[in-house]
């Protein structure tokens, strides 16, 4: 088999591991985006828990304690990044693709 082969055989690959990724994040973004929501909507409910219930819920996060609105900024901020590494695959799609 000849290096041309090779190489392109080589950058098949990655394209196609570039695409698999890339619907990987898409799916991630569309459920983070989701989730914010759902917590938007659900702040007032939840900063009204009881002590006792809010405890039992940080249990169930496993002991975070940070606030609604501290949760929405991390997600949001966790989202960004999906969206800055979606962008950047996507990138390396275009180069990556024959013209």
């Keep these: 088999m000849s290096t041309k082969q090779t190489l392109n ?37 939840l900063q009204n828990l009881s002590t006792s219930a809010r405890q039992a819920r940080e249990n169930r996060l496993k002991g975070t304690t940070a606030s609604i609105d501290q949760e929405i900024v991390q997600y949001q901020q966790e989202l960004q990044s999906t969206v800055q590494r979606i962008a950047i695959i996507r990138a390396s799609i275009r180069l990556l693709s024959p013209s």
């Excluded at 973004?29 to 938007?40: H, P, T």
């Design 9 to 45: 055989q080589d950058i098949v690959a990655e394209l196609e591991a570039k695409k698999t990724e890339l619907e990987r994040l898409q799916k991630q973004q569309e459920q983070l985006g989701s989730f914010i929501v759902d917590l938007q909507s659900r702040r007032e409910e």
